[in-house]
C-alpha cells in the first residue's frame, strides 16, 4: 500500500497562475481532506469531503475549489495564486476510530 | 469557536530528563491524537485516544486523555536526542474534522 500520495513535490507559481494539486490514497478511506500548513502554525483546514461525492468549506477555503473525483482522489485547485498561498499543503484520509494518515506533502512558492 | 492550545509552544531539554506537553481543547470531545512531525517531512501517527481516562505507552512516550477537563497530555520520560521534533494534538470536533494545536516544538540536547 502506498497510503496517501501527492503531486507535485514542488511548485513555483507566478501570481494570476492556476494549477491543481492531487491527491490519491489506497486504504479505501471515505474521509479525505486538504490542509495548508504555514510556519510555526498548525494545520488548518481548507476543504474536506466526508464521502464521495460530498465537499465541504473547512477554515480557509477561499481561493480555492476542490474535486472529489471518486473514492480514491481528491483534488486541490488554485483558480488564480495569490503570494498568500504559499504555503505546505497537506493531504489526509481517514476513517472512523482511526488516525488520519498523511500525504508527503506540496511545497508551494507564489511569486 | 473551538480552541486548541497546547503548551509550551518551544521546549527545549537536556537528554534524561522529564517533561510533560499539554493539550486543552474549548469543546466537548472524547477523540484526540498526537502525531509527530519532523522537520520538512510529514504527519506522523502517534497516538489516538478514543475515550476518557484513555492511556497510550510506545517507548518513551506516553499519552493521556482527560475528557471532563478537555485535557491531554504526552509525557515523555528519560528524552533522548531522537525525539526532537514538532509534536501536534488534534481534536475530533465531529463532522470527520479534526481541529489541531499550534504544535510544541521539542528539542532534545544532549
Known amino acids: 500500500n502506498a497510503g496517501v500520495t501527492q503531486t507535485p513535490k514542488f511548485q513555483v507559481l507566478k501570481t494570476g497562475q492556476s494549477m491543481t494539486l492531487q491527491c490519491a490514497q489506497d486504504?479505501?478511506?471515505?474521509?479525505m481532506y486538504w490542509y495548508r500548513q504555514d510556519p510555526g502554525m498548525g494545520l488548518r483546514l481548507i476543504y474536506y469531503?466526508?464521502?464521495?461525492?460530498?465537499?465541504d468549506k473547512g477554515e480557509v477555503p477561499n481561493g480555492y475549489n476542490v474535486s472529489r473525483l471518486n473514492k480514491r482522489e481528491f483534488s486541490l485547485r488554485l483558480e488564480s495564486a495569490a503570494p498568500s498561498q504559499t504555503s505546505v499543503y497537506f493531504c489526509?484520509?481517514?476513517?472512523?476510530?482511526?488516525?488520519?494518515?498523511f500525504g508527503p506533502g506540496t511545497r508551494l512558492l507564489v511569486l | 469557536e473551538l480552541k486548541v492550545e497546547q503548551n509550551p509552544l518551544f521546549l527545549s531539554m537536556q537528554e534524561g530528563k522529564n517533561y510533560t506537553i499539554y493539550c486543552n481543547y474549548s469543546?466537548?470531545?472524547?477523540?484526540l491524537y498526537w502525531y509527530r512531525q519532523d522537520p520538512g517531512k510529514s504527519l506522523e501517527s502517534l497516538f489516538v485516544l478514543l475515550s476518557n481516562g484513555a492511556v497510550k505507552q510506545e517507548g518513551r512516550l506516553m499519552a493521556s486523555l482527560d475528557t471532563k477537563a478537555r485535557l491531554s497530555t504526552l509525557h515523555i520520560t528519560a528524552a533522548v536526542h531522537d525525539l526532537s521534533a514538532t509534536y501536534f494534538c488534534a481534536v475530533d470536533v465531529g463532522g470527520s474534522r479534526l481541529t489541531f494545536g499550534e504544535g510544541t516544538q521539542l528539542t532534545v540536547n544532549p
Open positions: 489526509a484520509s481517514w476513517t472512523d476510530q482511526e488516525t488520519q494518515y
Open positions: 469543546t466537548t470531545s472524547d477523540r
Open positions: 469531503s466526508a464521502s464521495e461525492g460530498t465537499t
Open positions: 486504504m479505501n478511506h471515505n474521509s
